[in-house]
């Protein structure tokens, strides 16, 4: 399995105890994409919620704390929301991709029948710890 990694552009120190918050784009290239490849976003903070948007096909995937692994709420160009659990979705992880909850990362799985990543797309995402 591939592992894709995105840096976050987040670099401000924050105290310990305040609201911990990372937001980024990524544009992925028009080469193929394989279902069971990850994009790694490294944090340094373990989320606790995560929103990932495909700006292109108008897709958004969300996970918060509690949810199992590798899944998400789906929410498709027309509006409807589903509990995506057998099509991948979002894991909190280390910084190489194993997943931990404890994890200071998030990753997210490329799968087509997701479609929260698809090349030559353009995505923003915002994580929250």
């Given at each position: 399995m591939a592992v894709n990694t995105a840096y976050t552009t987040n670099s401000a120190t924050q105290a310990p105890d305040a609201p911990q918050r990372a937001a980024g784009r990524i544009t992925f290239p028009a080469t193929a994409i394989t279902a069971a490849d990850y994009v790694v976003v490294n944090l340094?903070?373990?989320p606790r919620y995560v929103c990932w948007t495909n700006n292109t096909?108008?897709?958004e995937i969300e996970w918060f704390d509690g949810m199992a692994v590798n899944t998400c709420i789906k929410a498709a160009a027309g509006g409807t929301r589903t509990l995506e659990t057998t099509n991948g979705g979002i894991t909190v992880c280390?910084?190489?991709g194993?997943?931990?909850t404890a994890g200071k990362a998030f990753k997210v799985l490329q799968n087509a029948t997701l479609a929260a990543i698809l090349a030559?797309?353009?995505c923003n995402w915002r994580a929250e710890g």
């Amino acid at each position: 399995m591939a592992v894709n990694t995105a840096y976050t552009t987040n670099s401000a120190t924050q105290a310990p105890d305040a609201p911990q918050r990372a937001a980024g784009r990524i544009t992925f290239p028009a080469t193929a994409i394989t279902a069971a490849d990850y994009v790694v976003v490294n944090l340094g903070f373990t989320p606790r919620y995560v929103c990932w948007t495909n700006n292109t096909s108008r897709i958004e995937i969300e996970w918060f704390d509690g949810m199992a692994v590798n899944t998400c709420i789906k929410a498709a160009a027309g509006g409807t929301r589903t509990l995506e659990t057998t099509n991948g979705g979002i894991t909190v992880c280390d910084a190489d991709g194993t997943a931990n909850t404890a994890g200071k990362a998030f990753k997210v799985l490329q799968n087509a029948t997701l479609a929260a990543i698809l090349a030559s797309e353009v995505c923003n995402w915002r994580a929250e710890g």
